[in-house]
């Protein structure tokens, strides 16, 4: 089972503001932004455009110098964009990419463009509920204990102010506990309580039907 709010994490990077990368003076900025702007005629097409446009934000990508403070928005959007593309092909490559672009960019030392804050937590959410996609293919127990340290990590910031929900990653990480409780039995009991723990937690804020049904 795929996690609830796994595919819905993209959004926010779908959604870069341009703004902050247009102001970029220099030729790598300039395509970036160029790039951006084409992004979303290139999802509505589907193939091949969606794919050309993943394959020139792959080229941009390696010409893009590592210090340059357009690149982690780069890599936030093309992970984004891979993202997508599993969705609908299951290419399990692109997953090996979405990790490795989303680890990159929350390496990189620099949060803000021209006033436009690099988003530090929706990128963290989507690297981790891209390590529990990952576990689903792989089974990689690694992937698995990663995403739900990640996941308990992201309920201790606020992110009221972030595009990431706490009743979405409440429920990414009861999700994760039950592929847990299947890697190993004798956790179940805890795996239990805390997923209760976080319907208790959650419920006050988004009392969805959906996320109460994952949960539980």
Known sequence: MVGVGYFRCRHSHTRLSCLAIQTMQNDCGKAIYKLFRAYQSAEEQGEPAFGDWIANAESLLSSCPQSHHGRPYLLAHLASAKTYRNNMLRRSSDLDDIILYLTEALLFPFRVVDGMPFKVVDTFCLLACTLVRRFECSRQPSDLESGIKYFRFLLHLPLRHTDTQISRVSAELANALSFKTGLDPTSEHDNIEEALSLYL???????????????L
Not at 201 to 215: G, H, K, L, N, R
């Open 201 to 215: 937690y959650f419920a006050p804020w988004d009392p969805s039907e959906e996320y109460t049904a994952s949960v």
